[in-house]
């Protein structure tokens, strides 16, 4: 419901009749709305979280000193991209609420910011190291550009397919995830001043 209707687009009392509970059971286990829509986001987020952060680790210790862009965002983005997880409705939901909750100028940015800032912090220092010479503020824009793009593709709205004709379907989650890697990785890179890459003069 969340995912379909947003946060304010629900009430305690429509989620409780579809979960065929009284809706006092709902106060008491999560006391207010915020409360069970935290319990329902920090659910699926801490499984999510857990899985990127030991990718990115164990992606570190595997190439030590030869890290790539390409490299850290595969660690970054698999748990994500799971093709499986795509075809499971309530991991589905999630990715949808999810980029609802990121264009939320109300309160998604507090919301993604307290859920998400270690992981994507991890993301930005393994992508510093492949780059070293990259200027902070640059890293952290292009890490806002690959968030949007990643926003869109994870809300499945359907755009993709009217556009290109069916040509390409917003929900082939195999065909988007190496494109992904691929133009964020350029998008990076592009941001990065020529003089500052390694081997440029």
Known sequence: MFSQHGFHGVTLREIA?????????????????????DAVWARRVAVLNVERMVAMDNYARAHAGALTIEGALEAFLGPLTDPARHRDPGWRNFFALAALVSNSAVWGGEVMARFFDPVVRRLIDLIAQAIPLARREELFWSYHMLSGALMLTLSNNGRLDLLSNDLCHTSDIEQMAPRLVKFCAAGFRALVQPAELPGTC
């Not at 579809?18 to 069970?36: E, I, M, S």
């Open 17 to 37: 009749a579809g979960a065929r509970v009284d809706t006092a059971l709902l106060h008491y286990y999560f006391q207010h709305k915020q409360g069970l829509f």
